[in-house]
């Protein structure tokens, strides 16, 4: 691949946005949005788990159904993005999630995270765009959603 190198840097950091975006769109945000940011068949899997979500208005269903009153705080770090053509690029990012149900407000005590992992993503330039077409959730540390 032979890119110019402030085009492939644009491309590593507009991916590396995505990596971010989704984190606050599900904390802070909508997160039924999360969809927008996977391409039109993009999946999101969890082989641990045995889930697969496949599309985006599934993708849109699933987030979407998260409950209203949890809160949540993801912490991002090591995202490494490589591209792989023009308009295809790897990821990997590290998280830490921090995680209650039953939140009306106010602080809550803190605790250690209820999950730790990684996210293997793989991304697809689409109209200018650069998109999720796959992630994969990797859990080695986890744990049950308190309530507040």
């Known amino acids: 691949m032979d890119l110019d190198p402030l085009q492939q840097l644009l491309a590593e950091r507009a991916c590396e946005r995505v ?3 989704f984190v606050r769109r599900l904390d802070l945000g909508e997160p039924s949005s999360v969809s927008e940011l996977f391409t039109k068949d993009g999946r999101w899997e969890w082989p641990d788990g045995d889930r697969l979500v496949e599309g985006r208005e599934a993708l849109r269903k699933y987030f979407g ?15 490494l993005v490589t591209l792989t053509s023009p308009d295809s690029a790897i990821s990997t990012a590290y998280f830490s999630t921090y995680r209650t149900d039953g939140y009306h407000g106010g602080q809550v005590p803190a605790g250690p995270p209820i999950q730790v992992g990684h996210y293997e993503d793989t991304f697809r330039r689409v109209d200018g765009s650069w ?18």
């Open 131 to 148: 998109l999720i077409d796959t992630r994969t959730l990797f859990l080695p540390f986890g744990g049950p959603t308190p309530r507040h």
């Open 65 to 79: 159904a998260r409950p209203a009153d949890r809160l949540s705080r993801r912490l991002m770090s090591n995202v």
């Open 19 to 21: 990596v971010l975006d």
